[in-house]
């Protein structure tokens, strides 16, 4: 079964708005990492949070982390066109080197 | 990632054909994986290696082989294809250097089996 559980499936904004994606997991983990997927095209690493950190920063990405309800969230601030992709969130939990991926989040970036 | 690359991109097969799907990689990275995507399954890991003489299996392994040439060499072998192997599969490696597993994927190969 998965590990993660991403929250929407499909998200659907105006350009310069926020969007919101979360992730839910189920064991301890090391860290959670999140990937972007243009269609069609392999996960690009955008960002890391380790479990003992609470909220990461990169460019317009900030990253959550709240162990205690196993949830994550990816925020990408004023949105473009280009962000249209889909996001995944992926789990270090402890099983060797083995990230389990959760479904996905559908974002779609109207101009 | 041009670093992580997969032979052939696309391919369509029959159902019985053996396929065998190449990664190469110029990362110099230990580890290297396997996995498939299919619509609103997200990745599914298939096999992974984390040197030239470690294989394990992954989620979903039945159907599957694979072969580690070299450090940079992982292949993907459908001995018997069939249409529900149809899907889209992506390499991936890490370094086992670092203290968390950041991963880089190839572009993917599109597989169809008819």
């Known amino acids: 079964s998965q590990q993660g559980e991403e929250d929407p499936q499909a998200l659907s904004i105006q350009e310069g708005e926020n969007a919101t994606m979360n992730c839910s997991y189920k064991?301890?983990?090391?860290?959670l990492q999140w990937y972007r997927q243009n269609s069609g095209r392999g996960l690009v690493h955008l960002i890391l949070i380790r479990s003992n950190e609470r909220e990461k920063h990169s460019g317009r990405l900030r990253v959550t982390l709240d162990t205690s309800k196993k949830s994550s969230s990816l925020l990408i601030t004023a949105s473009r066109a280009a962000d249209t992709a889909s996001y995944f969130c992926?789990?270090?939990?402890?099983?060797?080197?083995?990230?389990?991926f959760g479904q996905g989040t559908e974002l779609s970036v109207k101009p | 990632d041009a670093d992580v690359t997969q032979t052939p991109r696309n391919r369509i097969t029959k159902t019985g054909k053996r396929i065998m799907l190449e990664c190469s990689q110029t990362k110099g990275h230990d580890r290297m994986y396997w996995y498939r995507q299919d619509p609103g399954l997200g990745l599914r890991l298939i096999y992974y290696?984390?040197?030239?003489?470690?294989?394990n299996k992954g989620e979903i392994s039945d159907g599957y082989s694979v072969s580690r040439q070299a450090q940079a060499k992982f292949s993907l072998s459908l001995e018997s294809a069939i249409p529900n192997q149809t899907a889209l599969y992506f390499c991936?490696?890490?370094?086992?250097?670092?203290?968390?597993?950041?991963?880089?994927f190839g572009p993917g190969t599109r597989l169809t089996v008819l």
């Open positions: 064991t301890s983990i090391n860290n």
């Open positions: 991936a490696t890490s370094d086992l250097g670092h203290d968390y597993n950041e991963q880089f």
């Open positions: 992926a789990t270090d939990a402890f099983q060797g080197g083995k990230l389990i």
């Open positions: 290696s984390f040197d030239v003489k470690d294989i």
